[in-house]
């Protein structure tokens, strides 16, 4: 939860440096099993929108992801 708020963080802040270092760490959760597929998908998509200057849009999909996930 750590890097998701880490990674929601430097959206909206418009942090290219964080948002990449943010989603090394999720790639690293991933291949150690703690993120599912369908997870690290959806990550990798508010990335993308991110980078292609979507900021605003990718960090409202964040949310609604981490949103949606039971505690």
């Known amino acids: 939860m750590k890097?998701?708020?880490?990674?929601?963080?430097a959206?909206?802040?418009?942090?290219?440096?964080?948002?990449?270092?943010c989603l090394q760490r999720i790639e690293v959760?991933?291949?150690e099993g703690q993120l599912s597929e369908r997870a690290?998908?959806?990550?990798?998509?508010?990335g993308k929108m991110a980078d292609a200057d979507s900021w605003e849009e990718a960090a409202?999909?964040?949310?609604?992801?981490?949103f949606k996930q039971p505690q």
């Open 60 to 66: 409202k999909r964040l949310y609604w992801m981490i």
């Open 29 to 31: 959760h991933f291949a």
């Open 11 to 21: 959206q909206t802040a418009l942090d290219e440096g964080k948002l990449a270092t």
């Open 40 to 46: 690290v998908n959806e990550v990798r998509k508010c």
């Open 3 to 9: 890097t998701l708020d880490g990674l929601f963080t």
